[in-house]
């Protein structure tokens, strides 16, 4: 970075590493959970389901790439380690024990809303100290936001589903 970006971080460089490094791991962990629960998925619309959570898989690791690209750009190393993952995540990990498509729906929706906030706080931590990174967390936020929305709609349609044939 020249000399003009590093004044505008002044000394926020390892907090803004730091955070990303966080939204990192939600990445890799949001991509597994979305990746295996397409496997294991079972219950009234899970074709459906099924498709919805291949895509949202990989705009996950697309996700991740982008996230690792910024803190190599920074200087910072991405965790190289998946036991870390686990240290650093904000957003956790839901296992879909219960592969019940409402089930999955509902733990995936709660995932993409803690995403939002990630992103929202990236945002507002970056503004005016490191634009590249605040676009990089706009271009996140922007998929994060329609991933709720595709999954919340999913489930009105599973509601309504259950309603008719009550
Ligand atoms: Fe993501
Ligand atoms: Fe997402
Ligand atoms: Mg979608």
């Not at 939204?23 to 919805?52: F, N, R």
């Not at 291949?54 to 991740?64: G, V």
């Not at 686990?86 to 995403?115: H, M, R, W």
Request: hydrophobic share 35%.
């Amino acid at each position: 970075m020249g000399t003009k970006g590093q004044e505008l971080l002044g000394n926020n460089l390892g907090k803004v590493i730091e955070l990303l490094n966080k939204a990192y791991a939600d990445e890799w962990l949001a991509y597994y959970q979305y990746w295996v629960g397409a496997k294991v998925v079972e219950g009234p619309m899970s074709d459906a389901l099924i498709a919805e959570l291949i895509e949202h898989a990989n705009d996950e690791l697309r996700h991740a790439d982008m996230v690792a690209e910024r803190i190599v750009k920074l200087g910072g190393t991405p965790v190289l380690e998946p036991k870390k993952w686990y240290d650093f995540t904000n957003c956790g990990y839901e296992s879909p024990e219960d592969p019940y498509t409402k089930k999955v729906l509902e733990q995936n929706i709660s995932g993409e809303q803690c995403a939002i906030d990630v992103y929202n706080k990236l945002q507002k931590f970056t503004r005016d100290i490191d634009p590249v990174t605040y676009n990089v967390a706009m271009e996140i936020l922007t998929d994060e936001i329609e991933h709720e929305d595709d999954l919340q709609a999913l489930l009105e349609e599973f509601e309504d589903l259950k309603k008719k044939f009550r």
